[in-house]
């Protein structure tokens, strides 16, 4: 089973950047499809990104397509999520998820057996 530990969540303000770090223990981080999923206080978990195993295709729901980034480093067991023009309703608690290869570009949280702590992101207006 796989850890994960999600970090780099911030105030920041409207149209600011912001970059959070995924890093994964205990697995074999090369055969994980990688996501990122966020939930806002009184919403349901929300599908943002999503990285294929090898890193060569990516996914993106609708409200971020454009402004947010996913990537990975398989040489440090890391997936990165770059946020770009943020607004403030993107504020929420974003969670690093993992789950097996067939799974990749899933929007389903179900599809995913491993998840982070989460780390807030707060933007003001």
């Known amino acids: 089973q796989a850890q994960l530990v999600e970090s780099g969540g911030s105030l920041v303000q409207t149209g600011d950047s912001l970059r959070l770090s995924c890093v994964v223990s205990?697995?074999?981080?090369?055969?994980?499809?990688m996501a990122w999923f966020r939930q806002a206080p009184r919403k349901e978990r929300e599908f943002v990104a999503a990285?294929?195993?090898?890193?060569?295709?990516?996914y993106y729901g609708d409200a971020v397509n454009g402004r947010f980034t996913i990537s990975r480093d398989n040489a440090k067991n890391t997936v990165y999520l770059q946020m770009d023009s943020l607004k403030p309703e993107d504020t929420a608690v974003y969670y690093c998820?993992?789950?097996?290869?067939?799974?990749?570009?899933?929007?389903?949280?179900?599809?995913?057996?491993?998840w982070g702590q989460g780390t807030q992101v707060t933007v003001s207006s």
């Open positions: 990285i294929k195993w090898t890193g060569d295709a990516s």
């Open positions: 205990g697995g074999a981080f090369n055969l994980y499809a």
């Open positions: 998820a993992a789950g097996r290869v067939y799974n990749y570009g899933s929007t389903y949280p179900g599809a995913y057996e491993a």
